[in-house]
């Protein structure tokens, strides 16, 4: 149970804090009325806390339904400081960015449209994943509500999808979501990590400044269009692949390629929540490879399957959701899901040019990281850490692997970390980096990254020269959608071998 900040308070006239010292009081959980269909008609749905462009295709996939949707903004350090406000203390990194950035928005619309707290309450509802687990997860749901309650917004409604069941849970007259609903906000998702892989892939190597967020950003109109009208998005992929191919590349630079893993949310985010970091490095002259979304959804049907064996002869609780996966017909059902995610995902692929690139094996991954990490622990990130470190290290995928924890989190920093420390003693040619993300320190945060990206880019330099080259280079090389096929690891080296170009 939490001991609600009481003596915080906000004043009427000016929306600022000011400390007054008044009684500290136990706190309490209440859960405000259910919503149901007909309030979904008179509400505006707020969500957020994926990537900037994932949130706004997303938004496009949902306003198609009708529903009024908006997508919060990134959250930024006045999110994170506004979270800290009104938060508990010693909650995780992401709680304080993502509560703190809905509290702040909702203070921010109350300051310019002049509404009242309870008009607020009544008009908006903030939808979000959430889940049972070891870890802080579990208790967003309750750090919102704390949170809204302590900045006046008592009674908000917050509707939550555990993140491995399709179902809201609070009860028969609530808004359910079926299935369906989901189709298009994941292939929205989808698209928008193939724009997140490519861009990755083509702004270090652009030639002229700004080109490809430019293109990224015409690719992005062309997508929201068509999830807007409910048009192919394979086709509107295939109308950005015509876009993408008018940017100047250079790919023949040597870079390294730095994969970036660790917890969802601070791996993910492309913002303060992790300094900036998919920039930064690219500013210090790194490739990065980011961590899909799709892989925290896959990492979720797998573990569902893997529990789901792991219970297999006891008696399981058949659920109340919309669709449990709970009897075998289900696990079937879940396994065919599977295989046509990763088809629709390796059809969108193809049509934009996104080449060489395959959405993970996670048993695989498993099967490489259990000697390591024991599989029945889950949470965070579960084997995915290990396993993605594993994986650079034995297939050269990457010159330098930085796992991005959050302050405070138990998966990452308390287990994953420590078994990474055996994984590194027994690779000890491993270039791993973990870091942790406080929301404060950013200088030490740049400084760790700068000091380890000096040996990637030195073995980035050496690996290039170790190859020989010719002054006049096939256009191939400069194609966005050409993968060469190579057992080097950074780009231009693939390119120089696959492409057997000689000095
Ligand atoms: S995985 Fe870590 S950062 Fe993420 S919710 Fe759990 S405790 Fe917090």
Not at 361 to 378: H, M, N, S, T
Not at 484 to 492: F, I, L, M, N, V
């Amino acid at each position: 149970m939490s001991i609600s900040c009481a003596n915080i308070k906000r004043t009427q006239s000016n929306g600022n804090l000011d400390f007054i010292n008044s009684e500290i009081s136990q706190w309490r959980e209440e859960i405000p009325s259910k919503f149901t269909y007909e309030d979904s008609q008179n509400s505006i749905i707020l969500f957020g806390g994926l990537t900037i462009l994932q949130d706004k295709l997303l938004m496009s996939a949902v306003k198609s339904m009708k529903e009024q949707y908006i997508a919060l903004p990134n959250p930024d350090f006045d999110s994170f400081r506004t979270g800290k406000a009104y938060g508990n203390r010693g909650q995780c990194n992401p709680t304080y960015f993502t509560v703190g950035n809905l509290v702040k928005y909702l203070l921010e619309v109350q300051k310019n449209s002049g509404m009242s707290a309870e008009e607020i309450v009544q008009k908006y509802v903030y939808v979000t994943a959430s889940g049972c687990g070891p870890c802080r997860f579990g208790m967003y749901i309750t750090e919102y509500r704390k949170a809204l309650n302590d900045a006046g917004f008592k009674g908000f409604r917050l509707m939550s999808f555990e993140h491995n069941r399709v179902t809201n849970t609070e009860g028969e007259d609530t808004l359910q979501f079926p299935p369906s609903f989901f189709i298009r906000p994941v292939k929205a998702a989808m698209a928008g990590d193939i724009l997140t892989l490519l861009t990755h892939q083509m702004r270090p190597y652009e030639v002229e400044v700004g080109a490809v967020d430019r293109a990224m950003q015409d690719c992005y109109d062309i997508l929201s269009v068509a999830l807007e009208n409910r048009k192919s998005l394979t086709l509107a992929l295939y109308r950005c692949r015509q876009v993408l191919k008018r940017v100047k590349l250079n790919r023949l630079t040597p870079k390294p390629k730095v994969m970036i893993i660790g917890e969802f949310w601070a791996a993910m985010t492309e913002g303060e929540g992790n300094y900036n970091l998919h920039r930064f490095l690219e500013s210090e002259g790194a490739e990065v490879i980011p961590q899909p979304i799709m892989n925290r959804l896959l990492l979720s049907m797998w573990e569902y399957m893997y529990f789901e064996d792991q219970k297999s002869g006891l008696s399981t609780d058949s659920g109340t959701g919309y669709l449990d996966f709970s009897t075998p017909k289900r696990k079937i059902l879940m396994g065919l899901f599977r295989t046509a995610f990763k088809v629709q995902f390796a059809l969108y692929a193809k049509m934009i040019g996104l080449s060489g690139y395959k959405l993970p094996d996670i048993e695989k991954l498993a099967r490489l990281g259990k000697e390591y990490f024991p599989l029945d622990v889950d949470g965070g990130e579960g084997h995915m850490e290990v396993s993605h470190l594993l994986e650079s290290l034995k297939h050269k995928l990457s010159h330098m692997v930085i796992s991005v924890k959050p302050f405070g989190c138990m998966p990452s920093s308390a287990i994953s970390d420590g078994i990474q420390s055996l994984v590194v003693s027994r690779y000890p040619e491993a270039n791993f980096l973990s870091i942790e993300t406080s929301g404060e320190g950013a200088a030490n945060f740049y400084s760790r990254v700068q000091m380890a990206l000096f040996k990637a880019k030195q073995a980035a330099k050496e690996e290039f020269e170790s190859l020989e080259m010719v002054e006049s280079v096939s256009e191939k090389a400069h194609d966005f959608s050409y993968a060469p096929k190579s057992d080097k690891t950074g780009t231009a080296a693939k390119l120089l071998d696959a492409l057997k170009i000689s000095r």
